[in-house]
T-cell receptor
């Protein structure tokens, strides 16, 4: 049973466009929601994370939007660049056990 | 930033042999590390939680006798795949937690022939 559902499975965006990836969770005990970026043959790299006490967090071109009542959160990649082409995973965990539940992943392709 | 290093990056072994993968936290101490397995174009699947000085905790369906985990120090956890078979071929990744989040190693590509 997947605890975090992620969509879309893949997306293609033009350079300079906005990439949007959505995730939904069921477990209301989750209180930490990170996003990871993974390139082929490499381990995931922490991109940005949010906790439920804020509705939005921005770091550079990456923004997380969080809707606690809907149990949804999303990643927006602004001004997408070819170097952003990678697989993105959302995840969720509880602070007291740190075990991450991952979404299925979204492969983003940025066309020049 | 926090760095987690895995070794080797890739390994090919014969069926029936054992392979050891190391995961080190280079600039911090990690009492807990995690081991994941990832199949091509799929998500990460948690295999076990490695606890320094105590037994690892395995996720349901993971054979603890096949995937031996040892966390002998605060900076090193090892995963040994015993009597490896072709179906064990996969990408194995470890992680360690910091206050800002989990940091992952670069992964180990295991191919069993």
């Amino acid at each position: 049973q997947q605890q975090v559902k992620q969509s879309p499975q893949s997306l293609i965006v033009q350079k300079g466009g906005i990439s949007i990836i959505n995730c939904a969770y069921e477990n209301t005990a989750f209180d930490y929601f990170p996003w990871y970026q993974q390139f082929p043959g490499k381990g995931p790299a922490l991109l940005i994370a949010i906790r439920p006490d804020v509705s939005e967090k921005k770091e550079g071109r990456f923004t997380i939007s969080f809707n606690k009542s809907a149990k949804q959160f999303s990643l927006h990649i602004m001004d997408s660049q070819p170097g952003d082409s990678a697989t993105y995973f959302c995840a969720a965990s509880r602070t007291n056990d740190y075990k991450l539940s991952f979404g299925a992943g979204t492969t983003v392709t940025v066309r020049a | 930033g926090a760095v987690v290093s895995q070794h080797p990056s890739w390994v090919i072994c014969k069926s029936g042999t054992s392979v050891k993968i190391e995961c080190r936290s280079l600039d911090f101490q990690a009492t807990t590390m995690f081991w994941y397995r990832q199949f091509p174009k799929q998500s990460l699947m948690l295999m076990a939680t490695s606890n320094e000085g105590s037994k690892a905790t395995y996720e349901q369906g993971v054979e603890k006798d096949k995937f031996l985990i040892n966390h002998a120090s605060l900076t090193l956890s090892t995963l040994t795949v015993t009597s490896a078979h072709p179906e064990d071929s996969s990408f194995y990744i470890c992680s360690a937690d910091r206050p800002v989040g989990a940091f992952f190693g670069q992964g180990t590509r295991l191919t069993v022939v």
